[in-house]
T-cell receptor, first 112, second 117 residues
Framework: QKEVEQNSGPLSVPEGAIASLNCTYS??????FFWYRQYSGKSPELIMF????GDKEDGRFTAQLNKASQYVSLLIRDSQPSDSATYLC????????????FGAGTRLAVHP | GAVVSQHPSRVICKSGTSVKIECRSL??????MFWYRQFPKQSLMLMAT?????????EQGVEKDKFLINHASLTLSTLTVTSAHPEDSSFYIC?????????????FGPGTRLTVL
């Protein structure tokens, strides 16, 4: 079982719709969760992070965390063509390690 | 805030030469920096973790003698690809983690595209 799993997509949504990106993780001890966006040919950029169960909103983005289900999601409201990118979920392993474990990413395509 | 730069952004070299890539945290002190490699349409692969003033920790399967990492200060880490070969052609990305930005938050540099002829 992969440590961080994402559906590779592509997830295709019409402009203005809500895009829902999902991520599951295997390490029950993980405490923080990150979403990065990566445009083709570019490096990842941080969108948001979440530590607590529930929802965290930042503009059009909402991260949702359910530690009991080991599930974290990212909702993008009013999707725009400029949101078309690969979205990476990242989780630090428990045990005091520095690094992040990245999922393979979900490719999102927002069509006009 | 939390800006990370990389230099060069693109490099083309001949097989057998060495290439040095610099990663700098511009507005914060990075206690830990990370080096990743990404092949086209593939996910990020962590190569190594470097902490300021100590030896880098390499991921399994990454040759430490081929990918030399130096983290001499809290704002600079370098990756040297020694005796580069065409199979080393890839997108190399660094990230930096600093205190006061969230325990595990990593901020990425813009990446360096290496082509070995």
């Amino acid at each position: 079982q992969k440590e961080v799993e994402q559906n590779s997509g592509p997830l295709s949504v019409p402009e203005g719709a809500i895009a829902s990106l999902n991520c599951t993780y295997s390490d029950r001890g993980s405490q923080s969760f990150f979403w990065y966006r990566q445009y083709s040919g570019k490096s990842p950029e941080l969108i948001m992070f979440i530590y607590s169960n529930g929802d965290k909103e930042d503009g059009r983005f909402t991260a949702q965390l359910n530690k009991a289900s080991q599930y974290v999601s990212l909702l993008i409201r009013d999707s725009q063509p400029s949101d078309s990118a690969t979205y990476l979920c990242a989780v630090p392993p428990s045990g005091g390690y520095n690094k992040l474990i990245f999922g393979a990413g979900t490719r999102l395509a927002v069509h006009p | 805030g939390a800006v990370v730069s990389q230099h060069p952004s693109r490099v083309i070299c001949k097989s057998g030469t060495s290439v040095k890539i610099e990663c700098r945290s511009l507005d914060f002190q990075a206690t830990t920096m990370f080096w990743y490699r990404q092949f086209p349409k593939q996910s990020l692969m962590l190569m190594a973790t470097s902490n300021e003033g100590s030896k880098a920790t390499y991921e399994q399967g990454v040759e430490k003698d081929k990918f030399l990492i130096n983290h001499a200060s809290l704002t600079l880490s370098t990756l040297t690809v020694t005796s580069a070969h065409p199979e080393d052609s890839s997108f190399y990305i660094c990230s930096a983690r600093g205190t006061g930005h969230g325990t595990d938050t990593q901020y990425f540099g813009p990446g360096t595209r290496l082509t070995v002829l």
